[in-house]
């Protein structure tokens, strides 16, 4: 059962172009954000589209992969685990931030 143990599936489009980062080490990391669509009938019939937006992040080899191929607008499938942590902004503020942390990604569409 670890295999089930903290694991996200996602089908979407990413809302924009990948953000890549060029680490010292020579590594890199991708950061990109996914839309998911839920389409569903409300009381009234009317259609309606639900839209949630994640946060991705990837690294090494799935990081040239993004930036290699993907653009705003892809379809890809990803797989990972979320990962939560906290940062101060500027002003001293704790912010809160939760991504997954990709290990798979399939490009999907055309």
């Known amino acids: 059962?670890?295999?089930?143990?903290?694991?996200?599936?996602?089908?979407g489009?990413?809302?924009?172009?990948p953000e890549i980062v060029n680490l010292d080490n020579g590594g890199k990391l991708a950061k990109f954000s996914v839309a998911t669509n839920e389409?569903?009938?409300?009381?009234?019939?009317?259609?309606?589209?639900?839209t949630q937006w994640?946060?991705?992040?990837?690294?090494g080899k799935?990081?040239?992969?993004?930036?290699?191929y993907l653009a705003k607008g892809n379809e890809?499938?990803?797989?990972?685990?979320l990962i939560h942590r906290?940062?101060?902004n500027k002003?001293?503020?704790?912010?809160?931030?939760?991504?997954?942390k990709c290990n798979e990604l399939v490009m999907l569409g055309k």
């Open 1 to 11: 059962m670890n295999a089930l143990r903290n694991k996200v599936q996602l089908i």
């Open 13 to 17: 489009n990413l809302g924009q172009d």
């Open 39 to 50: 389409i569903y009938k409300n009381s009234k019939g009317e259609k309606i589209t639900d």
């Open 54 to 59: 994640h946060n991705v992040v990837a690294w």
């Open 62 to 68: 799935t990081a040239e992969i993004v930036e290699n």
């Open 76 to 81: 890809v499938a990803v797989e990972g685990k």
């Open 86 to 88: 906290s940062y101060e």
């Open 91 to 100: 002003e001293g503020e704790k912010r809160y931030i939760t991504e997954i």
